[in-house]
């Protein structure tokens, strides 16, 4: 047999006890064992509040009153939506500029850095929408969470001197704009600049021009592991 206790704790609106013999409603229940919330819950104030507790002391039975908020019921806490308050988040004001903004030339790298760009994976592989790759061949599919970056590239500039043993050695001895490379990714630095730059570069190596979100990569040339030099077509 249920007590009232037991529909309570269901969310009841009403429950028996035994003591009183009558029905209590929910809004003699929460002023006996929640007043905090009476307020919140059915929109009174608080001289509404104090009436119907004398109302009660006296032993008068009060009618039950609709909570004005049905979702806030449980909680007895009355949630208010201010996300319509950023909806439309106005422009910070930009003040007045001093000077123009200045033009860059294209970038020239230091000391023994070389600027690389990554080509595309194995052409075996195709890249899906979400990162991951798919052999075209057998289908199997790579996660983006297992793949490996590539790490292979085609430099694009290539800076002066490389300091080996305490001997100056011209870079151009080394490795040249256009050369295909395989290099250490872990120690790389992240290059972006606009498409626009980046085309010019790929122009003047005779790279072909793809987009890459992951920017260039700057690299040092003690951590570049193999080198290979563009090979003249004899038929061209």
């Given amino acids: 047999m249920n007590n009232g206790g037991d529909v309570l704790a269901r969310g009841g609106r009403t429950a028996q006890f035994s003591a009183g013999g009558g029905a209590i409603t929910e809004i003699e229940h929460d002023l006996s064992l929640n007043p905090e919330i ?102 199997f599919v790579i996660p983006a969470a297992y793949r490996q970056h590539n790490n292979i590239g085609i430099v694009l500039v290539v800076g002066q001197f490389v300091s080996i043993g305490g001997l100056r050695i011209p870079m151009k001895d080394i490795v040249h704009p256009g050369d295909r490379v395989t290099f250490g990714d872990y120690n790389t630095e992240v290059y972006k600049q606009s498409p626009e730059k980046t085309k010019k570069l790929c122009d003047a190596v005779e790279m072909n021009y793809e987009a890459d979100e992951e920017g260039l990569r700057i690299v040092r040339v003690q951590d570049i592991r193999v080198i290979e030099r563009p090979v003249e077509d004899s038929n061209g």
Avoid: C, H
């Avoid at 949630?79 to 007045?96: C, G, H, L, N, W």
């Avoid at 500029?97 to 195709?126: A, G, M, N, W």
């Fill in 38 to 139: 009476v307020g919140t819950k059915y929109g009174l104030s608080e001289a509404e509040i104090i009436t119907l507790q004398e109302r009660r002391e006296k032993g008068e039975k009060l009618e039950d009153i609709q909570p004005v908020d049905q979702e806030s019921m449980d909680s007895g806490l009355k949630v208010i939506d201010r996300r319509t308050a950023f909806s439309s988040p106005k422009p910070v004001a930009q003040a007045e500029k001093k000077f123009k903004d200045k033009q860059y030339s294209e970038p020239s790298t230091i000391l023994d850095r070389v600027l690389v760009k990554r080509i595309p994976e194995d052409p075996e592989f195709e890249r899906m929408e979400d990162g991951s790759l798919r052999n075209k061949r057998t289908g």
